[in-house]
């Protein structure tokens, strides 16, 4: 078996700048601190993101830029595709007053399906939710269709070269079990990307975790860092 465990130093190695990534997360709970933190340390940029939302300016516990809000911050992002911004100004600013940022909203439930789409090799999503609104005009929308006399909207499924996510429990595998609501979008986002790097909370090993408390198996991930001790 190949050993997956890898530094924080690997992993953000990898990642060049113009990168796509995804990365798991509500407003930063399930998502990989330590890699986003140690991105911003290192500066890589021209970075396009997929998320749900962008972080916070402020974190729960009084953290200046929580979550990929950081990245923003540091203008190393040329390109958001989200659901939520709001509690992220610098996303207002860059992208409305600088012009140096551009940014898709999408629905939540659309955009997951985009990237669940994206995982399973298929070739789009039919949603009837943003029916004559501004996601017609989305560069991820082919069009409308009419099913059985309802409108619906067929949107491009999505994929990235990075998806990094977060696990409460991972075993040296890449098993992964998340607590309570972390699971979020680290889900859908683990059969989305090229490369799967997965942040545990807590390196187990394997056998640790029962089979049937396996949420995303170590098959889609490629590699650990163990974030008890990154």
Known sequence: MRHKIISVAEAVD????????????FLGCGSAHH??????QKGTKDLTIIGNDCGMATGPNGEEFYGVAKLVHNHQVKHVIATHVGMTPDVGTQGMVDKTLTVDLIPQGTLAEMIRAGGAGLGGVLTPTGVGTIVEDSPFCLGKQTIDG????LMKPI????ALINGYLVDKFGNIWYKGTTRNFNI?????ADVVIAE????????DI?????VTSGAFVNYIVDGGNA
């Open 210 to 214: 029962q089979p049937e408390n396996v």
């Open 150 to 153: 309802r409108d619906y909207l």
């Open 188 to 192: 859908v986002m683990a059969t989305a």
């Open 200 to 207: 545990a909370d807590n390196v187990v090993e394997i056998g």
């Open 35 to 40: 890699i986003i933190e140690a991105l911003a």
């Open 14 to 25: 990898m990642i060049p700048d113009g990168a796509t990534i995804m990365y798991g997360g």
């Open 159 to 162: 994929r990235a070269d990075f």
